[in-house]
Protein backbone atom coordinates (compact mmCIF):
# COMPACT_ATOMS: atom_id res chain seq x y z
CA UNK A 1 0.00 0.00 0.00
CA UNK A 2 1.97 2.99 1.54
CA UNK A 3 5.24 3.72 0.70
CA UNK A 4 7.10 2.43 3.72
CA UNK A 5 10.49 3.97 4.90
CA UNK A 6 12.92 1.36 3.56
CA UNK A 7 10.83 1.58 -0.17
CA UNK A 8 11.46 5.85 0.15
CA UNK A 9 14.04 6.15 -2.04
CA UNK A 10 16.36 9.00 -1.42
CA UNK A 11 17.84 10.97 -4.63
CA UNK A 12 20.50 9.13 -5.93
CA UNK A 13 22.04 12.17 -7.79
CA UNK A 14 22.59 13.58 -4.48
CA UNK A 15 24.43 16.31 -4.24
CA UNK A 16 27.69 16.31 -3.09
CA UNK A 17 28.63 19.50 -2.66
CA UNK A 18 27.42 20.24 0.60
CA UNK A 19 28.51 23.82 2.13
CA UNK A 20 27.57 24.83 5.00
CA UNK A 21 26.29 28.49 3.81
CA UNK A 22 23.93 26.52 1.59
CA UNK A 23 22.26 26.03 5.10
CA UNK A 24 20.56 30.06 4.34
CA UNK A 25 18.78 29.48 1.61
CA UNK A 26 17.00 26.17 3.32
CA UNK A 27 15.99 28.46 6.56
CA UNK A 28 15.52 31.53 4.28
CA UNK A 29 12.77 28.89 2.16
CA UNK A 30 11.34 27.51 5.60
CA UNK A 31 11.17 31.13 7.27
CA UNK A 32 9.19 32.53 4.19
CA UNK A 33 7.04 29.70 3.42
CA UNK A 34 5.78 29.52 7.13
CA UNK A 35 4.59 33.14 7.43
CA UNK A 36 1.59 32.48 5.46
CA UNK A 37 0.47 29.69 7.36
CA UNK A 38 0.82 31.32 10.72
CA UNK A 39 -0.63 34.37 9.55
CA UNK A 40 -3.85 32.27 8.48
CA UNK A 41 -3.63 30.48 11.65
CA UNK A 42 -4.13 33.86 13.42
CA UNK A 43 -7.04 34.94 11.27
CA UNK A 44 -8.65 31.72 12.30
CA UNK A 45 -7.90 32.14 15.81
CA UNK A 46 -9.46 35.96 15.96
CA UNK A 47 -12.45 34.39 13.64
CA UNK A 48 -13.58 31.52 16.17
CA UNK A 49 -11.80 31.83 18.83
CA UNK A 50 -12.47 35.68 19.98
CA UNK A 51 -15.72 36.05 18.17
CA UNK A 52 -17.51 32.97 18.56
CA UNK A 53 -18.07 30.03 20.64
CA UNK A 54 -14.62 27.76 21.22
CA UNK A 55 -16.31 24.28 19.89
CA UNK A 56 -16.65 25.89 16.38
CA UNK A 57 -13.08 26.15 17.03
CA UNK A 58 -12.36 22.73 17.97
CA UNK A 59 -14.91 21.29 15.12
CA UNK A 60 -13.08 23.20 12.51
CA UNK A 61 -9.16 22.65 13.25
CA UNK A 62 -8.88 19.32 11.77
CA UNK A 63 -10.16 20.73 8.54
CA UNK A 64 -7.93 23.52 9.07
CA UNK A 65 -4.68 21.67 9.57
CA UNK A 66 -5.43 20.34 6.40
CA UNK A 67 -5.57 23.13 4.43
CA UNK A 68 -2.59 24.49 6.60
CA UNK A 69 -0.68 21.56 5.00
CA UNK A 70 -1.78 22.27 1.52
CA UNK A 71 -0.98 26.00 1.88
CA UNK A 72 2.74 25.24 3.45
CA UNK A 73 3.19 23.43 0.60
CA UNK A 74 2.12 26.00 -1.82
CA UNK A 75 3.83 28.75 -0.29
CA UNK A 76 7.69 26.42 0.22
CA UNK A 77 6.49 25.98 -3.82
CA UNK A 78 5.86 29.76 -4.39
CA UNK A 79 9.25 30.85 -2.61
CA UNK A 80 11.43 28.11 -3.92
CA UNK A 81 10.00 29.13 -7.34
CA UNK A 82 11.27 32.72 -6.91
CA UNK A 83 14.42 31.42 -5.64
CA UNK A 84 14.93 29.40 -8.84
CA UNK A 85 13.93 32.08 -10.93
CA UNK A 86 17.05 34.37 -9.80
CA UNK A 87 19.44 30.99 -9.77
CA UNK A 88 18.56 30.45 -13.76
CA UNK A 89 18.78 34.25 -15.08
CA UNK A 90 22.14 34.27 -13.33
CA UNK A 91 22.97 30.87 -14.69
CA UNK A 92 20.73 28.81 -17.05
CA UNK A 93 20.29 25.32 -16.53
CA UNK A 94 22.17 22.71 -19.82
CA UNK A 95 22.08 19.26 -20.65
CA UNK A 96 25.13 17.57 -21.26
CA UNK A 97 28.22 16.55 -19.76
CA UNK A 98 30.00 18.60 -17.10
CA UNK A 99 33.27 17.53 -14.68
CA UNK A 100 32.22 17.06 -11.38
CA UNK A 101 34.78 19.75 -9.54
CA UNK A 102 33.94 22.58 -7.67
CA UNK A 103 35.33 24.93 -10.62
CA UNK A 104 32.32 24.34 -12.75
CA UNK A 105 29.97 26.49 -13.26
CA UNK A 106 27.06 23.87 -14.23
CA UNK A 107 28.00 21.44 -11.51
CA UNK A 108 28.04 24.21 -9.14
CA UNK A 109 24.63 25.42 -9.84
CA UNK A 110 23.02 22.02 -10.72
CA UNK A 111 23.94 21.76 -6.86
CA UNK A 112 22.67 24.52 -5.69
CA UNK A 113 19.01 24.03 -8.09
CA UNK A 114 18.84 20.83 -6.34
CA UNK A 115 19.02 22.47 -3.11
CA UNK A 116 16.52 24.98 -3.67
CA UNK A 117 13.85 22.38 -4.86
CA UNK A 118 14.07 19.86 -2.12
CA UNK A 119 12.16 21.49 0.55
CA UNK A 120 9.07 21.61 -1.31
CA UNK A 121 9.14 18.45 -2.93
CA UNK A 122 10.17 16.31 0.43
CA UNK A 123 7.18 18.69 1.93
CA UNK A 124 4.69 17.68 -0.68
CA UNK A 125 6.25 13.68 -0.59
CA UNK A 126 5.20 13.38 3.37
CA UNK A 127 1.78 13.76 2.68
CA UNK A 128 -0.63 10.80 1.60
CA UNK A 129 -1.94 13.33 -1.40
CA UNK A 130 -0.88 12.75 -4.45
CA UNK A 131 -1.87 15.35 -6.33
CA UNK A 132 0.73 17.61 -4.43
CA UNK A 133 3.47 15.94 -5.97
CA UNK A 134 2.38 16.05 -9.24
CA UNK A 135 1.96 20.06 -9.05
CA UNK A 136 5.37 20.61 -7.35
CA UNK A 137 6.63 18.32 -10.48
CA UNK A 138 4.88 21.13 -12.82
CA UNK A 139 5.61 23.87 -11.06
CA UNK A 140 9.67 23.25 -11.46
CA UNK A 141 9.34 22.59 -15.31
CA UNK A 142 8.49 18.89 -15.52
CA UNK A 143 6.30 17.99 -18.04
CA UNK A 144 3.15 16.20 -16.69
CA UNK A 145 -0.28 15.81 -16.94
CA UNK A 146 -2.12 16.23 -12.76
CA UNK A 147 -3.67 12.50 -13.55
CA UNK A 148 0.14 10.78 -13.88
CA UNK A 149 0.62 8.29 -10.79
CA UNK A 150 4.40 9.62 -10.01
CA UNK A 151 3.51 9.01 -6.29
CA UNK A 152 5.24 5.86 -5.68
CA UNK A 153 8.56 6.53 -7.00
CA UNK A 154 11.35 9.33 -7.12
CA UNK A 155 11.49 11.47 -10.31
CA UNK A 156 13.90 13.94 -11.02
CA UNK A 157 12.56 17.78 -11.20
CA UNK A 158 14.02 18.98 -14.35
CA UNK A 159 14.49 18.06 -17.81
CA UNK A 160 11.96 15.16 -18.12
CA UNK A 161 8.95 15.08 -20.29
CA UNK A 162 5.76 12.67 -19.46
CA UNK A 163 2.57 12.14 -21.85
CA UNK A 164 -0.39 10.56 -20.78
CA UNK A 165 -1.62 7.94 -18.62
CA UNK A 166 2.10 7.11 -17.08
CA UNK A 167 2.51 4.77 -14.18
CA UNK A 168 5.80 4.76 -12.77
CA UNK A 169 5.64 1.56 -10.03
CA UNK A 170 7.04 1.52 -6.49
CA UNK A 171 10.47 2.23 -5.69
CA UNK A 172 11.52 3.27 -9.15
CA UNK A 173 13.27 5.73 -10.09
CA UNK A 174 13.82 8.10 -13.00
CA UNK A 175 16.31 10.49 -13.02
CA UNK A 176 17.95 12.96 -15.62
CA UNK A 177 21.27 13.61 -14.02
CA UNK A 178 23.97 11.42 -12.94
CA UNK A 179 27.21 11.20 -11.40
CA UNK A 180 29.27 8.45 -13.06
CA UNK A 181 33.15 8.89 -11.68
CA UNK A 182 34.19 12.56 -12.09
CA UNK A 183 31.72 13.30 -14.60
CA UNK A 184 27.62 14.77 -14.29
CA UNK A 185 25.64 13.47 -17.17
CA UNK A 186 22.64 15.66 -17.40
CA UNK A 187 20.36 14.58 -19.95
CA UNK A 188 16.84 14.93 -21.06
CA UNK A 189 14.58 11.72 -20.78
CA UNK A 190 10.95 11.55 -22.96
CA UNK A 191 8.40 9.23 -21.73
CA UNK A 192 5.73 9.16 -24.30
CA UNK A 193 1.75 8.51 -23.52
CA UNK A 194 0.55 5.02 -21.78
CA UNK A 195 3.80 3.82 -20.60
CA UNK A 196 4.09 1.58 -18.16
CA UNK A 197 7.01 1.61 -15.44
CA UNK A 198 7.48 -1.62 -13.20
CA UNK A 199 8.45 -1.31 -9.39
CA UNK A 200 12.12 -1.11 -8.75
CA UNK A 201 13.14 -0.07 -11.91
CA UNK A 202 15.14 2.60 -13.28
CA UNK A 203 15.15 4.83 -15.91
CA UNK A 204 18.71 6.87 -16.90
CA UNK A 205 19.16 10.50 -18.14
CA UNK A 206 18.86 10.51 -21.91
CA UNK A 207 16.20 7.59 -22.27
CA UNK A 208 13.63 7.93 -24.73
CA UNK A 209 10.92 5.51 -24.13
CA UNK A 210 8.27 5.13 -27.27
CA UNK A 211 4.13 5.02 -26.73
CA UNK A 212 2.29 1.78 -25.39
CA UNK A 213 5.97 0.35 -24.19
CA UNK A 214 6.39 -1.63 -20.44
CA UNK A 215 9.29 -1.48 -18.64
CA UNK A 216 8.66 -4.50 -17.10
CA UNK A 217 10.38 -4.62 -12.75
CA UNK A 218 13.72 -4.85 -12.00
CA UNK A 219 14.82 -3.47 -14.96
CA UNK A 220 17.45 -0.48 -15.49
CA UNK A 221 18.14 1.22 -19.05
CA UNK A 222 21.01 2.67 -20.05
CA UNK A 223 22.34 6.30 -21.06
CA UNK A 224 20.66 7.38 -24.01
CA UNK A 225 18.72 4.55 -24.55
CA UNK A 226 15.76 4.55 -27.07
CA UNK A 227 12.85 1.83 -26.40
CA UNK A 228 10.70 1.38 -29.46
CA UNK A 229 7.08 1.64 -29.01
CA UNK A 230 4.88 -1.08 -28.88
CA UNK A 231 7.21 -3.48 -26.98
CA UNK A 232 7.84 -4.75 -23.86
CA UNK A 233 11.55 -4.37 -22.25
CA UNK A 234 13.04 -6.60 -19.67
CA UNK A 235 16.04 -6.89 -17.74
CA UNK A 236 19.21 -4.93 -16.77
CA UNK A 237 19.80 -3.41 -19.38
CA UNK A 238 16.36 -3.83 -20.73
CA UNK A 239 15.97 -5.64 -24.01
CA UNK A 240 13.34 -6.34 -26.34
CA UNK A 241 11.26 -9.40 -24.71
CA UNK A 242 8.42 -9.32 -26.87
CA UNK A 243 5.12 -7.30 -28.34
CA UNK A 244 3.55 -5.49 -26.36
CA UNK A 245 -0.33 -7.31 -27.39
CA UNK A 246 -1.55 -6.13 -24.24
CA UNK A 247 -2.84 -2.83 -25.75
CA UNK A 248 -5.84 -4.03 -27.46
CA UNK A 249 -9.69 -4.30 -26.82
CA UNK A 250 -10.86 -7.24 -25.69
CA UNK A 251 -8.69 -9.66 -25.15
CA UNK A 252 -10.00 -9.92 -21.06
CA UNK A 253 -10.60 -14.14 -22.59
CA UNK A 254 -8.02 -14.72 -24.32
CA UNK A 255 -5.82 -13.88 -21.42
CA UNK A 256 -7.46 -15.99 -19.37
CA UNK A 257 -7.84 -19.11 -21.32
CA UNK A 258 -3.90 -18.72 -21.58
CA UNK A 259 -3.86 -19.50 -18.00
CA UNK A 260 -3.04 -23.02 -16.76
CA UNK A 261 -5.94 -22.88 -14.81
CA UNK A 262 -5.79 -26.55 -13.83
CA UNK A 263 -2.07 -27.38 -13.92
CA UNK A 264 -2.35 -24.46 -11.43
CA UNK A 265 -5.01 -25.85 -9.37
CA UNK A 266 -3.28 -29.19 -8.95
CA UNK A 267 -0.27 -27.54 -8.10
CA UNK A 268 -2.30 -25.66 -5.30
CA UNK A 269 -4.05 -29.00 -3.92
CA UNK A 270 -0.67 -30.56 -3.81
CA UNK A 271 0.14 -27.97 -1.39
CA UNK A 272 -3.23 -27.28 0.60
CA UNK A 273 -5.58 -29.77 1.22
CA UNK A 274 -7.62 -27.65 3.60
CA UNK A 275 -9.37 -25.33 1.03
CA UNK A 276 -11.96 -22.49 2.41
CA UNK A 277 -12.29 -22.48 5.84
CA UNK A 278 -16.24 -22.84 6.94
CA UNK A 279 -17.19 -20.78 9.65
CA UNK A 280 -16.49 -21.87 13.11
CA UNK A 281 -17.27 -20.70 16.47
CA UNK A 282 -14.94 -18.57 18.89
CA UNK A 283 -14.27 -21.26 21.30
CA UNK A 284 -12.77 -24.10 18.50
CA UNK A 285 -10.74 -21.34 17.05
CA UNK A 286 -9.45 -20.44 19.83
CA UNK A 287 -8.85 -24.18 20.67
CA UNK A 288 -7.64 -24.10 17.42
CA UNK A 289 -5.24 -21.22 17.70
CA UNK A 290 -3.84 -23.58 20.94
CA UNK A 291 -3.12 -26.52 19.22
CA UNK A 292 -1.38 -24.23 16.49
CA UNK A 293 0.73 -22.61 19.50
CA UNK A 294 2.10 -25.70 20.79
CA UNK A 295 2.78 -27.02 17.54
CA UNK A 296 4.93 -24.29 16.81
CA UNK A 297 6.58 -25.02 20.26
CA UNK A 298 7.52 -28.45 19.69
CA UNK A 299 8.99 -27.46 16.52
CA UNK A 300 11.04 -24.57 17.34
CA UNK A 301 11.94 -26.28 20.54
CA UNK A 302 12.79 -29.58 19.75
CA UNK A 303 16.75 -30.54 20.08
CA UNK A 304 17.86 -33.87 18.17
CA UNK A 305 20.11 -35.81 20.20
CA UNK B 1 15.76 -13.88 -19.87
CA UNK B 2 14.60 -17.44 -20.07
CA UNK B 3 12.53 -18.63 -23.03
CA UNK B 4 13.29 -15.76 -25.08
CA UNK B 5 14.22 -17.36 -28.26
CA UNK B 6 10.80 -19.39 -27.46
CA UNK B 7 8.93 -16.68 -27.70
CA UNK B 8 10.33 -15.35 -30.69
CA UNK B 9 9.56 -18.38 -32.43
CA UNK B 10 5.88 -18.07 -31.06
CA UNK B 11 5.59 -14.82 -33.00
CA UNK B 12 5.98 -15.58 -36.69
CA UNK B 13 2.84 -17.88 -36.38
CA UNK B 14 1.00 -14.95 -36.07
CA UNK B 15 -0.70 -15.58 -32.93
CA UNK B 16 -0.57 -12.94 -30.32
CA UNK B 17 1.78 -13.99 -27.14
CA UNK B 18 -0.60 -13.19 -23.93
CA UNK B 19 1.70 -15.30 -21.48
CA UNK B 20 2.09 -13.35 -18.35
CA UNK B 21 5.86 -14.13 -17.78
CA UNK B 22 7.20 -10.56 -16.42
CA UNK B 23 5.61 -8.10 -13.98
CA UNK B 24 4.75 -4.33 -13.95
CA UNK B 25 3.62 -2.34 -11.39
CA UNK B 26 -0.04 -1.95 -8.64
CA UNK B 27 0.22 1.76 -8.53
CA UNK B 28 -2.83 3.65 -8.48
CA UNK B 29 -3.53 4.36 -12.80
CA UNK B 30 -4.86 8.07 -12.32
CA UNK B 31 -4.91 10.52 -10.04
CA UNK B 32 -8.16 12.59 -9.47
CA UNK B 33 -9.15 15.69 -7.83
CA UNK B 34 -12.32 13.79 -7.28
CA UNK B 35 -10.33 11.85 -4.61
CA UNK B 36 -10.54 14.73 -2.57
CA UNK B 37 -13.89 14.07 -1.90
CA UNK B 38 -12.74 10.60 0.34
CA UNK B 39 -9.88 12.35 1.52
CA UNK B 40 -11.27 15.50 3.46
CA UNK B 41 -14.12 13.66 5.19
CA UNK B 42 -11.78 11.06 6.79
CA UNK B 43 -9.06 13.37 7.97
CA UNK B 44 -11.97 15.48 9.30
CA UNK B 45 -13.61 12.57 11.06
CA UNK B 46 -10.38 11.60 12.52
CA UNK B 47 -9.27 15.01 13.58
CA UNK B 48 -12.83 15.27 15.62
CA UNK B 49 -11.85 12.69 17.21
CA UNK B 50 -8.62 13.65 18.53
CA UNK B 51 -10.44 17.36 19.31
CA UNK B 52 -12.86 15.42 21.20
CA UNK B 53 -10.09 13.96 23.33
CA UNK B 54 -8.54 17.82 23.72
CA UNK B 55 -12.20 19.26 24.88
CA UNK B 56 -12.52 16.65 27.66
CA UNK B 57 -9.12 16.55 28.82
CA UNK B 58 -6.62 19.43 28.65
CA UNK B 59 -9.05 22.60 30.31
CA UNK B 60 -9.40 20.17 33.43
CA UNK B 61 -5.17 20.41 33.87
CA UNK B 62 -4.82 23.63 36.02
CA UNK B 63 -1.32 22.80 37.18
CA UNK B 64 1.19 23.72 34.59
CA UNK B 65 4.28 21.25 36.20
CA UNK B 66 0.77 18.30 36.08
CA UNK B 67 0.31 19.18 32.32
CA UNK B 68 4.17 19.60 31.21
CA UNK B 69 4.31 15.64 32.39
CA UNK B 70 1.19 14.42 31.21
CA UNK B 71 2.25 16.16 27.82
CA UNK B 72 4.16 13.82 25.97
CA UNK B 73 1.69 10.63 27.00
CA UNK B 74 -1.15 12.82 25.90
CA UNK B 75 0.30 13.41 22.08
CA UNK B 76 1.16 10.03 21.91
CA UNK B 77 -2.30 9.12 22.50
CA UNK B 78 -3.88 11.67 20.21
CA UNK B 79 -1.29 10.43 17.54
CA UNK B 80 -2.67 6.85 18.40
CA UNK B 81 -6.40 8.06 18.16
CA UNK B 82 -5.93 9.80 14.89
CA UNK B 83 -4.40 7.23 13.68
CA UNK B 84 -7.64 4.52 14.87
CA UNK B 85 -10.43 7.31 13.72
CA UNK B 86 -8.88 7.33 10.38
CA UNK B 87 -9.02 2.97 10.10
CA UNK B 88 -12.23 3.94 11.36
CA UNK B 89 -14.04 6.15 9.49
CA UNK B 90 -12.67 4.78 5.97
CA UNK B 91 -13.45 1.15 7.29
CA UNK B 92 -17.22 2.60 7.32
CA UNK B 93 -16.75 4.26 4.00
CA UNK B 94 -14.93 0.61 2.19
CA UNK B 95 -18.52 -0.41 3.28
CA UNK B 96 -20.52 1.92 1.73
CA UNK B 97 -18.16 1.67 -1.05
CA UNK B 98 -18.48 -2.46 -1.14
CA UNK B 99 -22.59 -2.40 -1.04
CA UNK B 100 -22.13 -0.43 -4.46
CA UNK B 101 -19.85 -2.76 -6.05
CA UNK B 102 -18.37 -6.14 -4.64
CA UNK B 103 -14.95 -6.60 -5.13
CA UNK B 104 -13.71 -9.36 -7.34
CA UNK B 105 -11.08 -11.40 -8.88
CA UNK B 106 -10.29 -11.72 -12.81
CA UNK B 107 -8.89 -9.21 -15.45
CA UNK B 108 -10.24 -6.32 -16.11
CA UNK B 109 -10.19 -3.51 -18.41
CA UNK B 110 -8.35 -0.21 -16.95
CA UNK B 111 -9.32 2.67 -18.39
CA UNK B 112 -10.99 5.86 -18.06
CA UNK B 113 -14.65 5.06 -17.66
CA UNK B 114 -14.29 1.28 -16.49
CA UNK B 115 -16.52 0.60 -13.62
CA UNK B 116 -14.26 -2.12 -11.96
CA UNK B 117 -11.02 -0.06 -12.41
CA UNK B 118 -12.41 2.72 -11.13
CA UNK B 119 -13.74 1.39 -7.96
CA UNK B 120 -10.37 -0.12 -7.83
CA UNK B 121 -8.81 2.91 -7.82
CA UNK B 122 -11.67 4.11 -5.03
CA UNK B 123 -10.88 1.00 -2.82
CA UNK B 124 -7.08 1.55 -2.75
CA UNK B 125 -6.77 5.67 -1.98
CA UNK B 126 -9.17 5.25 0.61
CA UNK B 127 -7.04 2.75 2.39
CA UNK B 128 -3.80 4.48 1.38
CA UNK B 129 -4.58 7.42 4.21
CA UNK B 130 -4.86 5.31 6.84
CA UNK B 131 -1.46 2.86 6.03
CA UNK B 132 0.35 5.96 4.84
CA UNK B 133 0.03 7.40 8.18
CA UNK B 134 0.67 3.60 9.93
CA UNK B 135 3.88 3.14 7.75
CA UNK B 136 5.41 6.49 9.29
CA UNK B 137 4.66 5.88 12.84
CA UNK B 138 6.65 3.12 14.72
CA UNK B 139 3.65 0.92 15.85
CA UNK B 140 4.09 -2.62 13.82
CA UNK B 141 1.28 -3.83 15.73
CA UNK B 142 -0.89 -1.13 14.68
CA UNK B 143 -0.09 -1.83 11.31
CA UNK B 144 -1.40 -5.40 11.29
CA UNK B 145 -4.45 -4.48 13.02
CA UNK B 146 -5.53 -2.27 10.81
CA UNK B 147 -4.43 -4.96 7.58
CA UNK B 148 -7.21 -7.16 9.43
CA UNK B 149 -9.86 -4.56 9.74
CA UNK B 150 -9.50 -3.87 6.11
CA UNK B 151 -10.24 -7.39 5.18
CA UNK B 152 -6.53 -9.25 4.65
CA UNK B 153 -6.32 -12.61 6.83
CA UNK B 154 -3.13 -11.48 8.73
CA UNK B 155 -1.81 -12.80 12.35
CA UNK B 156 0.12 -10.53 14.92
CA UNK B 157 2.45 -12.71 13.73
CA UNK B 158 3.49 -11.67 10.77
CA UNK B 159 5.69 -8.49 10.06
CA UNK B 160 4.84 -6.63 7.23
CA UNK B 161 5.50 -2.67 8.16
CA UNK B 162 8.70 -2.43 6.10
CA UNK B 163 7.49 -3.24 2.87
CA UNK B 164 4.58 -2.53 0.38
CA UNK B 165 1.66 -4.69 0.85
CA UNK B 166 -1.48 -4.63 -1.40
CA UNK B 167 -4.58 -4.89 1.57
CA UNK B 168 -6.96 -6.93 -0.47
CA UNK B 169 -7.10 -10.71 -1.67
CA UNK B 170 -3.80 -11.72 0.17
CA UNK B 171 -4.02 -14.43 2.69
CA UNK B 172 -1.11 -14.31 5.04
CA UNK B 173 -0.36 -17.60 7.59
CA UNK B 174 1.52 -17.75 10.68
CA UNK B 175 4.73 -16.09 11.10
CA UNK B 176 5.10 -14.58 7.53
CA UNK B 177 8.04 -12.22 7.08
CA UNK B 178 8.15 -9.78 4.41
CA UNK B 179 11.94 -8.14 3.96
CA UNK B 180 12.56 -4.44 3.61
CA UNK B 181 11.54 -3.00 0.73
CA UNK B 182 9.48 -5.92 -0.85
CA UNK B 183 6.79 -5.30 -3.05
CA UNK B 184 3.59 -7.93 -2.77
CA UNK B 185 1.13 -7.13 -4.56
CA UNK B 186 -2.30 -8.33 -5.72
CA UNK B 187 -2.96 -6.40 -8.45
CA UNK B 188 -1.20 -5.70 -11.75
CA UNK B 189 -1.88 -2.95 -14.59
CA UNK B 190 -0.86 -4.67 -17.57
CA UNK B 191 -1.37 -2.37 -20.69
CA UNK B 192 -5.02 -1.74 -20.97
CA UNK B 193 -5.69 -4.44 -18.48
CA UNK B 194 -6.04 -4.73 -14.72
CA UNK B 195 -5.45 -8.32 -13.23
CA UNK B 196 -6.74 -9.03 -9.62
CA UNK B 197 -5.71 -12.26 -7.89
CA UNK B 198 -5.53 -13.56 -4.88
CA UNK B 199 -1.72 -14.34 -3.05
CA UNK B 200 -1.19 -16.89 -0.47
CA UNK B 201 1.77 -16.73 1.77
CA UNK B 202 1.11 -19.71 3.97
CA UNK B 203 3.16 -20.35 7.64
CA UNK B 204 6.68 -19.50 8.46
CA UNK B 205 7.51 -18.01 4.34
CA UNK B 206 9.96 -15.66 4.30
CA UNK B 207 10.48 -13.03 1.61
CA UNK B 208 13.29 -11.33 1.06
CA UNK B 209 14.23 -7.56 0.60
CA UNK B 210 13.50 -5.73 -2.72
CA UNK B 211 11.52 -8.76 -4.61
CA UNK B 212 8.32 -7.94 -6.44
CA UNK B 213 5.48 -10.91 -5.90
CA UNK B 214 3.00 -10.64 -8.69
CA UNK B 215 -0.52 -11.28 -8.04
CA UNK B 216 -1.39 -15.17 -7.93
CA UNK B 217 1.14 -16.55 -6.49
CA UNK B 218 1.34 -19.57 -4.21
CA UNK B 219 4.53 -19.64 -1.58
CA UNK B 220 4.26 -23.15 0.20
CA UNK B 221 5.20 -23.39 3.93
CA UNK B 222 8.84 -23.03 5.05
CA UNK B 223 9.63 -21.74 1.59
CA UNK B 224 12.16 -19.06 1.61
CA UNK B 225 11.95 -16.27 -1.40
CA UNK B 226 15.34 -14.92 -1.84
CA UNK B 227 16.28 -11.34 -2.24
CA UNK B 228 15.67 -8.98 -5.31
CA UNK B 229 13.99 -12.15 -7.39
CA UNK B 230 10.87 -12.19 -8.64
CA UNK B 231 7.60 -14.24 -8.85
CA UNK B 232 5.75 -14.26 -12.19
CA UNK B 233 2.14 -14.09 -12.81
CA UNK B 234 0.21 -17.56 -10.40
CA UNK B 235 3.77 -19.39 -10.10
CA UNK B 236 3.60 -22.05 -7.38
CA UNK B 237 6.32 -22.25 -4.80
CA UNK B 238 6.60 -25.50 -3.49
CA UNK B 239 6.94 -26.24 0.24
CA UNK B 240 10.31 -26.01 2.14
CA UNK B 241 12.54 -24.81 -0.78
CA UNK B 242 15.20 -21.65 -1.64
CA UNK B 243 13.92 -19.81 -4.72
CA UNK B 244 16.11 -17.26 -6.08
CA UNK B 245 16.17 -15.30 -9.58
CA UNK B 246 14.27 -13.23 -12.09
CA UNK B 247 12.22 -15.33 -12.26
CA UNK B 248 12.27 -17.23 -9.07
CA UNK B 249 13.70 -20.68 -9.81
CA UNK B 250 14.64 -23.32 -7.22
CA UNK B 251 18.00 -22.99 -5.54
CA UNK B 252 18.35 -25.50 -2.75
CA UNK B 253 15.98 -27.82 -0.26
CA UNK B 254 15.57 -25.41 3.13
CA UNK B 255 17.39 -27.68 5.17
CA UNK B 256 16.97 -24.25 8.07
CA UNK B 257 13.11 -25.40 8.29
CA UNK B 258 14.04 -28.90 8.99
CA UNK B 259 16.92 -28.12 11.56
CA UNK B 260 15.38 -25.73 13.76
CA UNK B 261 17.60 -23.53 16.16
CA UNK B 262 18.58 -25.95 18.86
CA UNK B 263 20.31 -28.21 16.24
CA UNK B 264 23.45 -26.06 15.53
CA UNK B 265 26.41 -28.94 15.51
CA UNK B 266 28.45 -28.42 18.32
CA UNK B 267 31.92 -30.23 18.43
CA UNK B 268 34.23 -31.51 21.40
CA UNK B 269 37.60 -29.73 20.76
CA UNK B 270 39.46 -31.94 23.04
CA UNK B 271 38.37 -35.42 21.64
CA UNK B 272 38.06 -34.40 18.03
CA UNK B 273 38.07 -36.67 15.16
CA UNK B 274 39.39 -36.54 12.07
CA UNK B 275 36.70 -37.21 9.24
CA UNK B 276 38.46 -38.32 5.71
CA UNK B 277 35.56 -36.15 3.54
CA UNK B 278 35.20 -36.94 -0.57
CA UNK B 279 34.57 -33.76 -2.49
CA UNK B 280 33.20 -33.90 -5.99
CA UNK B 281 36.23 -32.44 -7.95
CA UNK B 282 34.46 -29.41 -10.72
CA UNK B 283 35.72 -30.83 -13.86
CA UNK B 284 34.51 -31.94 -17.68
CA UNK B 285 34.13 -35.32 -16.93
CA UNK B 286 36.76 -36.26 -19.69
CA UNK B 287 39.56 -35.24 -17.74
CA UNK B 288 37.43 -36.92 -14.52
CA UNK B 289 39.56 -40.38 -15.65
CA UNK B 290 43.27 -38.93 -15.35
CA UNK B 291 42.47 -38.15 -11.58
CA UNK B 292 41.12 -41.56 -10.88
CA UNK B 293 43.79 -43.27 -12.41
CA UNK B 294 46.02 -41.28 -10.64
CA UNK B 295 44.88 -41.89 -7.18
CA UNK B 296 44.37 -46.05 -8.09
CA UNK B 297 47.79 -46.12 -9.29
CA UNK B 298 49.28 -44.31 -6.06
CA UNK B 299 46.92 -46.46 -4.26
CA UNK B 300 48.72 -49.72 -6.25
CA UNK B 301 51.80 -48.71 -5.44
CA UNK B 302 51.24 -48.46 -1.68
Not at chain 1, 224 to 237: A, M, T
Not at chain 2, 73 to 100: E, P, Y
Not at chain 2, 159 to 183: L, Y
Not at chain 2, 192 to 203: A, H, P
Request: with cysteine.
Amino acid sequence: MSVPCSLRVGPFTSNLLLKKRYIAIYIAIIWLSFIPVLTEFWFYWQLLWNNTNALHFYLFLPLFGFLAYVSLVFSGLFVAKVFLIVINVIHPPKEGIFERTHSDKDYRYWNIRLIVKKYPVWIAHKFPFPFLDNICFKVFGVKTKISNSLFEGWVDTEFIEFGKNIIVGQASIIQSSVVIGNLLIVKKVKIKDNVKIGAHSIVMPGTFIGENCILAAHSLTTVDQRLEKNWIYVGIPAEKYKLNEFNKDGLEELIELNIDVDGIREKYEQLYDRGERTHVGYLQRKKEKEEKIEQEKQRWQKIPT
Amino acid sequence: MINKMTTMEQQKDDKPDLTIDFITSSAIGRINFRFLLIYIPIFWLGGLTVMIYAVAFIPKLEYWIAALLYLPASIFFMICLFIIGCVFFSKLILILINLIHKPKEGIFKAEKGAKEFEFWQIRIQLKKISIWLLNNCPLPWMDVLAFRWFGVKVDFSSHMIDAWVDTEFINFGRKVMVGQGAVVMSSMILGKYLIIKRVYLDDYTVVGGQTSVSPGTIIGQDTVLGALSTTTFNQVLEQSWIYFGFPAKKLKVNKYAEVKPGAIKRIDVDNAIAYDVEFDINIDDDKRKLINNNNKEEEGEK
